[in-house]
């Protein structure tokens, strides 16, 4: 999941539907991300390899 860094670093509450708590929210839906992105949000991103470790460990629980 991504993190996503507010500009007001105290900012606590709901952006975009993203809760923020002290500045900092988390999502890893990609159109919300770049909706961030361009609105002056500092975002994140996983490294890719946690991303596909993510997804063999989902594969294994079935």
Do not use: C
Not at 18 to 28: H, I, M, Q, T, Y
Not at 41 to 46: I, P
Request: overall charge negative; proline content about 5%; aromatic content about 12%.
């Amino acid at each position: 999941m991504a993190k996503i860094y507010a500009p007001n670093t105290e900012y606590t509450g709901v952006s975009a539907s993203v809760p923020f708590l002290r500045g900092v929210g988390e999502s890893n839906n990609f159109e919300l991300l770049n909706w961030f992105r361009e609105h002056g949000y500092t975002v994140e991103d996983e490294p890719k390899q946690d991303i596909q470790q993510q997804k063999t460990e989902q594969s294994k629980k079935g």
